[in-house]
């Protein structure tokens, strides 16, 4: 299939505008931050939404921001959400109207992290500030309205590498128990050359395979990449792993490691749904408002999570 019209259109857009990847390793991580910042979009209303900061590793702080679909008096299932833009750009802001979407059609309650960002803090300062905060949720859930037994993880790009990380890391630690993971195109593997979508969707996709390499380079050293912490593909065992949905998209550069990892868990025995979005490209899950795709992305995902923590 050819790229979606409406996805290309996008595309152009947010080119025309400043908002792309082109030329990034050329730049600091400060130019490409402010390359992304300002741009508001119209948000969905949730029930209430309070920040926090909460304690990270080491004595450090780790901002958080709790969204509720609804007012209730009974716990509902809980989501820790940790936001793309390649461990180097976003935050809580960034995806704030992804994560209310997410919230309202799930009817879930999302905590959403605020990890320490690359190249200020590398590799594996965001994986563990992610699963610190998944600790707070898991031994907080009942003061915030929520189930510790429905337990969630779940995140977009790097974020998604973080929701499978931690994942890994709640089985390797001992806990806390995760009842589903939700990983929207997830980087899965920082071998730049390992997959055909790397070079198939290298180019004139918004995410490049320059500034995937330019994100590692933020991130990690070149020795840690192959660490199941920075690259959950590489873990030796997916046994005993929380269910997951897989999201992907046809014109994304992390298209196959994507859906490797999914058939993985599969192989490993983990129930796996795994989603590929034809026409579509990396970032297209939270462009709800001019994306029919993405809304239909996103409704597959809230029922995958509504299943997931029943």
């Known amino acids: 299939m050819t790229l979606n019209p409406a996805a290309r259109a996008v595309i152009d857009m947010m080119e025309e505008s400043g908002a792309s990847f082109e030329g990034v390793a050329s730049l600091t991580a400060e130019e490409v931050r402010d390359r992304f910042a300002g741009r508001e979009l119209p948000v969905e209303e949730v029930a209430r939404t309070e920040d926090r900061v909460i304690p990270g590793p080491d004595g450090t702080d780790l901002p958080i921001r709790i969204y509720w679909p609804e007012v209730t008096d009974q716990p509902l299932?809980?989501?820790?959400?940790?936001?793309?833009?390649?461990?180097?750009i976003g935050g809580i802001d960034s995806h704030d109207g992804q994560v209310r979407e997410m919230v309202n059609r799930?009817?879930?309650?999302?905590?959403?992290?605020?990890?320490?960002?690359?190249?200020e803090a590398r590799f594996p300062a965001a994986p563990e500030d992610c699963y610190a905060a998944t600790q707070w949720v898991a031994?907080?859930?009942a003061a915030i309205g929520a189930d510790a037994d429905r337990l969630g993880v779940g995140g977009d790009s790097a974020g998604g590498n973080l929701a499978a990380v931690v994942a890994?890391?709640?089985?390797?630690?001992?806990?806390?128990?995760?009842?589903?993971?939700l990983l929207i195109y997830p980087c899965c593997d920082m071998d730049t050359g390992a997959w055909p979508s790397h070079t198939d969707n290298g180019d004139d996709y918004f995410l490049t395979r320059e500034s995937m390499e330019w994100f590692y380079n933020q991130y990690t050293d070149p020795a840690d990449?192959?660490?199941?912490?920075?690259?959950?593909?590489?873990?030796?065992?997916?046994?005993?792993?929380p269910p997951a949905c897989v999201i992907t998209a046809e014109y994304d550069p992390l298209r196959d490691e994507g859906e490797a990892y999914?058939?993985?868990?599969?192989?490993?025995?983990?129930a796996c749904?795994?989603?590929r979005y034809d026409g579509m490209f990396h970032g297209f899950f939270g462009m709800t408002l001019a994306l029919p795709d993405a809304v239909e992305a996103q409704n597959t995902a809230a029922a995958a999570v509504r299943a997931g923590l029943s």
């Not at 299932?77 to 180097?88: K, L, N, R, S």
């Not at 890994?168 to 993971?181: K, N, S, T």
């Open 273 to 275: 749904e795994i989603h």
């Open 168 to 181: 890994q890391m709640a089985r390797e630690r001992g806990g806390p128990a995760i009842a589903h993971q």
């Open 225 to 241: 990449r192959t660490h199941p912490h920075a690259s959950p593909i590489k873990a030796d065992d997916l046994a005993g792993l």
């Open 262 to 270: 999914g058939r993985r868990l599969q192989e490993a025995g983990v």
């Open 139 to 141: 031994a907080n859930a």
């Open 106 to 119: 799930s009817g879930a309650v999302y905590v959403s992290v605020e990890y320490r960002l690359a190249p």
């Open 77 to 88: 299932p809980v989501v820790v959400f940790f936001h793309g833009g390649g461990w180097v």
